[in-house]
């Protein structure tokens, strides 16, 4: 659970400033759980740079309580999390002065945004909030008001937890929780997870993963583990103490997450899948001025447009489909078979069967694969330029889709390789609500 916080303050000597307004989001990973937005009386002068920064006078602030009023209210919607803040030093430090004029020792976790993205976004022109905010496409509204900060430093670390793909984050949190204690029950585990399409870890007392999943509902699929018999259940009931999880909203996603992220971490008790995910090809061959002939082979390799499948039946099966969805000469696929089309010219049944591969292949494309996102309003991308898969993100405004350099500066880097077009290309087949945008590579 994090506290997603942001301060306002007075100004002033070091350790005499006041708070003046707060927000704070209670985020469990996933959505925002609870907030308070107030404006804090902060009992001393506003400092005129601030008051001309923000917005906010003392006049404005006459009414509104003081820090003692909402102190309890701070204290409640912080216990249990980690608190998040964009340059967390400060903003702590504030809020640790203000209840230690009450006589209260406040302590919790505390995450920083700042130290985060220089980690994760190193190329970054900027990592002040304002800045970052611009250069990620994140929508940004009421600047140095504390709700303003306070979301787009949400929007922010929900965009770093996703491009976190070694749990660096959620490791640190974990291994906090659980030292020296138990985990809580699986049933709690399993009725705080969410019924969304995802990847799913299970963590030991150390916090590293031991197992990971992807799935299309997150809270069945780790209840069945809870709940199963055999070797592997057992190993991860009596192992798991945390549970954690990342919602993607598109399978398609999950799909890649969890490929790369097994590849990773290497969690004990995955077994890793072969090297190798597709076991044959449909070959393209032409002679001369014949008809393009289509073959299934068993390959090493795969090249150009070839495309491949996980055996034999399924190779036969996407023949057929495209033999149907695109009325293809059955010679090109059986060449037993006599030519059905003496009313076309061999070079309009090579293009049907060039336009078929076309379709389900995303050799030499620059396209951006949309589909649903994590919440209403967002949607999920997958980056793929001159064919080669770039990686995977969200985003909220259109203005973001059609900028390929906000797509790659937010997404999460995937190296390429035939697995990953094979798994896009499989999923290209199997599922038709994707949205297909082709990509403008000109500077």
């Not at 790369?260 to 004990?268: G, H, I, N, S």
């Not at 795969?302 to 190779?315: L, T, Y």
């Not at 023949?319 to 003496?342: G, H, M, V």
Request: charged share 25%; net charge positive; proline share 3%.
């Amino acid at each position: 659970m994090y506290a997603i916080l942001d301060i306002e303050s007075t100004g002033g000597k070091y350790n005499e400033e006041g708070i003046m307004e707060i927000a704070i989001h209670r985020f469990d990973g996933r959505k925002v759980v609870d907030k308070f937005i107030c404006l804090i009386n902060p009992e001393r002068e506003i400092q005129p740079f601030v008051a001309k920064l923000t917005g906010i006078n003392n006049q404005m602030l006459r009414s509104a309580p003081k820090f003692h009023e909402v102190a309890k209210r701070i204290v409640e919607i912080t216990e249990g999390a980690t608190i998040v803040a964009h340059n967390a030093q400060f903003d702590y430090r504030i809020l640790r002065t203000e209840f230690r004029r009450l006589g209260y020792d406040y302590q919790r976790k505390t995450l920083c945004t700042v130290d985060l993205s220089k980690q994760m976004l190193p190329d970054a022109e900027s990592h002040s909030l304002g800045k970052l905010a611009r250069s990620l496409g994140i929508p940004m509204s009421d600047r140095h008001r504390a709700n303003g900060d306070a979301i787009a430093t949400l929007k922010l670390f929900k965009l770093l937890l996703g491009k976190d793909s070694d749990k660096s984050i959620i490791k640190t949190v974990v291994r906090e929780e659980t030292h020296g204690e138990l985990s809580p029950t699986q049933l709690d585990m399993v009725f705080n997870l969410p019924s969304e399409t995802g990847v799913y870890y299970m963590h030991n007392k150390d916090g590293d993963i031991i197992f990971l999943g992807k799935t299309t509902n997150i809270k069945k699929r780790v209840n069945q583990h809870f709940t199963n018999v055999g070797s592997l259940a057992r190993k991860l009931q009596k192992e798991t103490k945390k549970v954690t999880y990342d919602e993607t909203g598109s399978e398609l996603v999950a799909l890649l997450k969890e490929y790369q992220e097994l590849r990773r971490t290497k969690p004990k008790h995955n077994s890793i899948a072969r090297r190798k995910l597709f076991s044959h090809i449909i070959n393209f061959e032409q002679n001369g001025k014949a008809h393009i002939s289509l073959a299934i082979e068993s390959s090493k390799s795969r090249a150009n447009q070839k495309i491949g499948f996980n055996g034999v039946p399924s190779a036969r099966s996407f023949l057929n489909k495209i033999s149907s969805e695109f009325e293809i000469c059955p010679c090109s696929i059986d060449t037993e078979a006599t030519c059905a089309q003496s009313n076309e010219s061999i070079a309009d049944c090579n293009e049907k069967v060039l336009s078929a591969f076309d379709k389900y292949s995303i050799f030499g494309k620059s396209i951006a694969l949309l589909d649903q996102g994590r919440e209403t309003g967002e949607r999920s991308f997958v980056l793929i330029k001159g064919g080669h898969l770039q990686g995977f993100g969200f985003v909220e405004l259109n203005h973001q889709i059609n900028n390929i350099h906000i797509l790659e500066s937010i997404m999460t880097s995937i190296p390429s390789d035939e697995n990953t077009t094979f798994i896009i290309e499989s999923y290209l087949r199997k599922n038709n609500r994707l949205k297909v945008v082709p990509l403008n590579l000109a500077p």
